[in-house]
């Protein structure tokens, strides 16, 4: 097979991982007729769940890696956790998106950052902080800060604000002393993402700009297309999206995260390697989702502009919905009007944990807001 030849339906896809959003890929590469083939030590795991094969073994596991080379004609990632150099040992043997290289990089804030600038992307003032002295030399310009660990943080975790020296030097050894960023804390007006979708023939399709409010550091809401957002700054997030993927030679679903600052001004915060929580709105408001884009991509497919059908609005549903071991409300939900329900097939709720999500679409965004208010409403969700 040539490095630009499809993958036909009918063959294997390759998944490392097996969460809500290697689900949400199962399901879109099954529509297309693939078959899939999920690695993920849980045996309970909501991807591994609905493949045609899972393999329960460790990221790392020789055997399972060759197992799933053997087994899948592509293989892409469903977090960004997962080892790199998994990535980069099945790349030997198939076809993987995205590569170990580009992943590596947003495992990592501080080469995240250094990625930003080399492509010309604004992104917060910040410093690596690995040792006691890095703390004693910092200029005072990054204070009032948020520190966060280099590697492994997400939905808030790994985190910590700090407004003196001596705050940062307490967050510092409370994180473990380990690798860190220290970022100055911006004046932000709000957080917008774009999701974009990059072939091996450098082909680049995007969505437009989602808007996403956050409660604890994990997302809560998400608004498309963002509202409140001029098109010149839609442009200029979406142009410095691409530059990213172009330069790190991506292949895959990409989001990245931007602050809007008051004064106008574009700052990247972060990316990842993957479909991600905000472009859940592609699902039902759109004709083509992230997660096919995810499936054309590694297949070698066509990548066609996709078409937004029905501004949407997505609410984030996490355990703490489920009180006293009683599900929600689903039916009174369900009553209101471009209502879709994602539930992801956990067992457990447990506060903090996303365990699917509510898509509200409409034929204008005033509308799905409209209805999504009172869907929070119904639900117990605060509004914003």
């Known amino acids: 097979m040539t490095a630009h030849a499809a993958i036909a339906p009918g063959a294997t896809l390759g998944v490392l991982g097996g969460g809500q959003l290697g689900r949400m890929f199962v399901h879109a590469a099954q529509r297309l007729g693939y078959r899939c083939l999920v690695l993920d030590p849980d045996a309970d795991s909501p991807a591994g769940r609905i493949a045609e094969r899972h393999l329960r073994c460790d990221y790392l ?23 790199a150099e998994a990535l980069r040992r099945l790349a030997e043997r198939v076809p993987v998106s995205p590569g170990g ?14 990625t930003f600038a080399r492509c010309g992307v604004p992104c917060a003032p910040h410093a690596v902080i690995d040792n006691e002295a890095a703390i004693r030399s910092l200029s005072e310009n990054l204070l009032p800060g948020i520190l966060k660990t280099a590697q492994l943080g997400y939905d808030g975790k790994g985190q910590r ?44 399709i995007s969505f437009a700009p989602f808007r996403n409010l956050h409660r604890d550091g994990i997302l809560a809401l998400t608004q498309w297309p963002a509202p409140g957002i001029e098109a010149s700054l839609a442009e200029r997030a979406d142009a410095a999206a691409r530059a990213i993927a172009t330069t790190l030679e991506y292949v895959g679903v990409l ?22 929580n905000s472009g859940h709105c592609t699902i039902d408001g759109a004709d083509i989702s992230q ?22 609005v997505m609410l984030n549903l996490l355990g703490d919905l489920w009180r006293d071991d009683a599900a929600p409300d689903w039916a009174g939900v369900l009553a209101l009007p471009g209502t879709h329900l994602h ?25 799905a807001q409209a209805v999504a208010r009172e869907a929070a409403q119904r639900l117990g969700i605060a509004a914003w």
């Not at 407004?163 to 004046?187: F, H, I, K, N």
């Not at 989001?255 to 479909?275: I, Q």
């Open 291 to 312: 997660f096919e884009y995810q499936a054309r991509a590694m297949a070698r497919l066509p990548l066609p502009g996709p078409r937004l059908h029905s501004p949407a």
């Open 61 to 83: 596991d020789e055997q399972g890696l060759e197992a799933l080379a053997g087994g899948a004609q592509a293989v892409t990632t469903e977090f960004e956790n997962v080892p």
């Open 255 to 276: 989001c990245v995260e931007f602050f809007v600052l008051r004064d106008g001004s574009l700052c990247a915060n972060e990316m990842a390697p993957r479909p991600h």
């Open 161 to 204: 604000r700090v407004d003196s020296r001596d705050e940062l030097a307490a967050a510092w050894r409370a994180l473990g002393s380990v690798r860190c960023v220290l970022e100055r804390r911006l004046d932000l007006a709000c957080e917008i993402s774009v999701v974009l979708a990059r072939g091996v023939d450098g082909g680049v």
């Open 343 to 367: 539930l992801y097939g956990k067992t457990q709720a447990r506060p903090g944990r996303k365990m699917g999500h509510l898509s509200v679409t409409a034929s204008t965004l005033t509308a």
């Open 101 to 114: 290289a580009a992943v590596a990089v947003c495992q990592d804030r501080a080469l995240e950052k250094a």
